[in-house]
């Protein structure tokens, strides 16, 4: 899978606030960008996130819900804390 971390990749959105019965598949650049897309979508909670890879590997969200940082490492910056005074 890592080395298909700089390969294109199919991203398609399936919104979690509306049913809809289509949902329109975008190419990202990357794998890299179309995880780092779907974890926010996952964590925010606004949408439920299917990947197909350059290999074709289709990676659902569940798979991406447990794999997803993990193979993002360092690209997902969590927002800093206020120091308490």
Partial sequence: ???????????????????????????????????????????AGTAKPWIITAAGDILAPNWIEANGRRLLGDAIVEDELPMAA
């Avoid at 329109?24 to 179309?34: F, S």
Wanted: hydrophobic share 45%.
């Fill in 1 to 43: 899978m890592t080395k298909e971390m700089n390969e294109p990749a199919d991203l398609t959105l399936w919104p979690t606030a509306v049913r809809v019965k289509t949902a329109e598949c975008r190419e990202q650049p990357d794998l890299r960008t179309a995880l780092l897309i779907a974890v926010e979508a996952l964590e």
